[in-house]
């Protein structure tokens, strides 16, 4: 199995910048591919913010426009997300997440979440 540890987050204003931080433990060599996925207030549904490869690979949401990167360190099983230019719209809880297989196909494992607040 799988577990996740997020760290970072917080609060910043409009402009800002944070950086978030999700550490594997367990059968981390099972992990595919690491990253986040956020929540705003009041909705049900994630979002994608960005994915990496164990290949280094990326994806980003369409919002994201250059704003943010992701790293990942395979050795580390440690994935990063550096938030620049931060908009009140990012407001959300940032949810870390691996892909790993399973006996039913792949799945994702998730992280507790951290909050993010942006601010005028």
């Known amino acids: 199995q799988v577990q996740l540890v997020e760290s970072g987050g917080g609060s910043a204003r409009t402009g800002g910048s944070l950086r978030l931080s999700c550490v594997g433990s367990?059968?981390?060599?099972?992990?595919?591919?690491m990253g986040w996925y956020r929540q705003v207030p009041g909705s049900q549904r994630r979002e994608l913010v960005a994915?990496?490869?164990?290949?280094?690979?990326?994806e980003y949401g369409q919002f994201v426009k250059g704003r943010f990167a992701i790293s990942r360190d395979n050795a580390k099983s440690a994935a990063s997300l550096q938030m620049n230019n931060l908009q009140p719209g990012d407001t959300a809880t940032y949810y870390c997440?691996?892909?790993?297989?399973?006996?039913?196909?792949?799945?994702?494992?998730w992280g507790q979440g951290t909050l993010v607040t942006v601010s005028t």
């Open positions: 997440y691996a892909e790993v297989p399973g006996f039913r196909g792949v799945h994702y494992v």
């Open positions: 367990g059968n981390t060599e099972a992990i595919m591919a």
């Open positions: 994915s990496i490869s164990r290949d280094m690979i990326t």
